[in-house]
């Protein structure tokens, strides 16, 4: 078989589809997405992963079929909530805790965010995986954080602000950077939090 043979994409559902263990997957994934942060989506190719990753592209392809189909599977094994754990046992205390978090992690996460901005809106599935891995799990870990302050009386169930505090953080996270130098890390989260949020819900 030709090298360029080898490197043909498979057909899906191809019978010849590799058996990788989790660790070199993984591998994989990180190259792909760091690729991603330091070169933006449209510069990022499976040549380049494999080169990285010391693999034959043949392999990714194999595996993948496509760039959008892996960088979404990439997207996908990344996805983990972060503001899960978070119980202080106050409202306030859980956002601010958020808030922190946000920030440690708002670098890697918002530059994926921006290099994958026009991508997501051409690829139905990329947009669907980057919502299921940086998106969704960290709304639905806010949305709890917020019933468990309204079921402990903090704040009164039909204050319109509730709705609004995962876009805030989304919101900040991502527009930060272009409005000021830096992306928003905790001090900056901290005091957003202080100054617009809290205050919108009646808390100190």
């Known amino acids: 078989m030709t090298s360029q043979a080898a490197d043909r994409p498979e057909p899906v559902g191809s019978s010849r589809r590799s058996k990788i263990t989790p660790e070199r997957e993984r591998e994989f994934f990180d190259a792909v997405l760091e ?9 990022v190719t499976m040549e380049a992963v494999a ?3 010391r693999c034959s592209k043949s392999t990714l392809y194999r595996q993948w079929q ?3 189909r892996f960088v979404a599977a990439a997207l996908r094994s990344s996805g983990q909530a ?7 046992g106050t409202l306030a205390g859980d956002l601010r805790e958020a808030a922190r978090s946000a920030g440690a992690w708002s670098a890697k996460d918002t530059s994926l965010l921006q290099a994958l901005g026009h991508a997501v809106t051409q690829d139905p599935e990329l947009a669907q995986a980057l919502r299921e891995a940086l998106v969704e799990p960290e709304t639905v870990a806010l949305k709890a954080i917020v019933r468990r302050g309204v079921e402990r009386g903090e704040v ?7 709705a609004y505090i995962p876009a805030q953080f989304f919101g900040v996270l991502r527009v930060r950077p272009l409005l000021e130098e830096g992306a928003g890390d905790p001090d900056y989260l901290l005091r957003f939090v202080e ?3 809290l205050p919108a819900l009646g808390l100190e």
Do not use: M, S, W
């Open 156 to 162: 009164p169930a039909d204050n319109p602000a509730l």
């Open 51 to 53: 080169v990285r990753t």
């Open 195 to 197: 100054a617009a949020v």
């Open 66 to 68: 496509t760039k959008p």
């Open 82 to 88: 972060r503001f899960a754990g978070i119980d202080t």
């Open 35 to 43: 690729q991603i942060r330091q070169c933006g989506y449209d510069a």
